[in-house]
């Protein structure tokens, strides 16, 4: 993704970078939006089925979304292979030349955005997934949930100017994302804990209380 | 002289990291009025986990060649 942006700008004369930068930005994060509540109708079009079919089991979800963050952070870990369903492949590249800068730029983080119709870079999006599925009875929630998902896919390409990473090479780029691999997979175990423990301190007194 | 050249170099980095501030603050802002929306109607013991695990989602594309 930082690829498309720099080279979205690059390619435009020095003059006209500032506007192409900011159009390009502008349009980016709109587009991340849009993607992002498109995939939340699909999630909410599901939840909503779940929900009139076996009615409200938020719980479940949760001690479901709990199981599967436990199962990604031991092989984030190293302890055990778990499958990732996903799907392999990326925004088409050659947008950025077919459709004008703004349409290109729409299109494409409207792509991203869509989250699970990409490949995915997190494997917390599996307990999310879960997580959305189990709360049919309010669609809305899910639609701003997977929006602000999609406007924060987006908006990491902001990180652009702000780490100076827009006027460097492709290898650059390649060099930055790997010094942070280390740095990465700790926030990847970090959010997956923090997934097991928030679930099980809902469920658990909720047990308790039962038995 | 050379003073004056170095500010025309360094002119269109600034204004591009204003761009991308002014823009992340703007982005900032939506993402939180969209989950205090969600917030309405989701106990927060779902909204929590979902926004942490969404916020890593998002921000883990940064890192994604």
Redesign the interface.
């Known amino acids: 993704?930082?690829?498309t942006i720099r080279w979205m700008v690059e390619r435009e004369p020095e003059a006209e970078?500032?506007r192409a930068?900011?159009e390009v930005?502008?349009w980016f994060?709109l587009g991340g939006?849009a993607g992002g509540a498109l995939v939340g109708s699909v999630i909410a079009l599901l939840a909503r089925t779940i929900f009139y079919l076996s009615g409200s089991r938020?719980l479940l979800f949760?001690g479901a979304?709990a199981v599967v963050?436990a199962a990604y952070a031991g092989q984030a870990a190293a302890f055990w292979r778990v499958p990732r369903p996903q799907f392999h492949h990326q925004v088409p590249e050659s947008w950025r030349n077919i459709f004008s800068r703004k349409v290109a730029s729409f299109l494409y983080a409207a792509g991203?955005g869509t989250?699970f119709f990409t490949?995915?870079?997190?494997r917390?999006?599996y307990?999310?997934a879960i997580?959305?599925l189990?709360?049919g009875r309010?669609p809305?929630?899910?639609i701003?949930?997977?929006?602000?998902?999609?406007?924060?896919?987006?908006?990491?390409s902001?990180?652009?100017?702000?780490l100076?990473l827009?006027?460097v090479s492709s290898d650059r780029i390649?060099m930055w994302?790997g010094s942070?691999?280390r740095i990465?997979q700790r926030?990847?175990m970090t959010?997956?804990v923090?997934?097991i423990c928030?679930?099980a301190?809902?469920i658990l007194p909720r047990i308790l209380l039962m038995g | 002289m050379e003073q004056r050249a170095v500010s025309a170099q360094a002119s269109p980095d600034h204004s591009a990291r204003a761009t991308g501030a002014v823009l992340g603050i703007a982005a900032i802002g939506v993402v939180a009025a969209l989950l205090v929306r969600a917030g309405w109607q989701v106990s927060w013991f779902v909204l929590a986990p979902a926004v942490i695990s969404g916020t890593w989602v998002g921000v883990a594309s940064l890192f994604s060649p």
């Open positions: 993704m930082l690829y970078r500032h930068r900011a930005f502008v994060l939006l938020p949760l979304a963050a991203l989250v490949r995915l870079s997190s917390a999006a307990p999310l997580l959305l189990g709360i309010t809305v929630a899910i701003a949930i997977m929006a602000s998902v999609g406007l924060v896919r987006a908006s990491t902001l990180a652009l100017p702000l100076h827009d006027r390649d994302i942070k691999h990465v926030l990847e959010v997956l923090s997934v928030l679930s301190a809902s």
